[in-house]
């Protein structure tokens, strides 16, 4: 399975955009957990910009077994995170 979210705006919208994208995916453990961790710090990080501060964001995870069909099955994680200012946005 693989995910990925991502947005360009004024962080508070960023984060409220990437916690709904997160939740349209299902993915299997433990790749579930490490995207609901991985979307928690981004929206804690995201919601501590000032006010008008625009972001790029782009988080991405994928996870597969190497061993697939043996017991017991081994999985192995990769994923990708990136939070940039882009400064105050200018209207």
Known sequence: MSWSIGGVGKASAVADKIG???????????????????????QTGLRAFPP??????????????PNYGEKPEQVVNNL???LTSLGQLVE
């Open 52 to 65: 008008g501060y625009a972001v790029n964001v782009s988080a991405s995870g994928s996870q597969w077994a």
């Open 20 to 42: 709904k994208d997160a939740q349209s995916v299902q993915c299997s453990e433990p790749e579930e957990s490490i995207k609901k961790l991985v979307v928690s710090a981004l």
């Open 80 to 82: 990708t995170v990136s």
